[in-house]
């Protein structure tokens, strides 16, 4: 399992308790794209690698102009549902900035 996530920025991030650090802040963004995702026409950003270990995440923005020029940062995790945090969190990527263009 993963899952992809935004937030307004990477850091500080959020510390797992083991020392590893998720680099995405716990704003609304973040917590929008966790319960509400297609909110921000996220597609897929929760689910189940296929055998080749990779998932492909879409994004449709939708066309407002108060959008324009927003930067947010995007990382996922990876899990093992059978172990309890932080261990459950197998993988973490680096944050990725994305710029939403007029």
Request: aromatic content about 6%.
């Amino acid at each position: 399992p993963y899952v992809f996530l935004l937030a307004e920025r990477s850091l500080p991030g959020i510390p797992l308790g083991d020392g590893r650090v998720v680099p995405l802040i716990d704003d609304v963004i973040f917590r929008i794209s966790l319960f509400a995702p297609q909110t921000f026409g996220m597609l897929n950003s929760q689910g189940i690698l296929n055998n080749n270990g990779q998932a492909t995440v879409t994004i449709n923005i939708p066309n407002q102009s108060f959008l324009a020029n927003v930067n947010v940062v995007g990382a996922y995790v990876t899990l093992d549902l059978s172990k309890s945090l932080p261990d459950m969190i197998t993988a973490i990527s680096p944050a990725v900035p994305i710029n939403i263009q007029p």
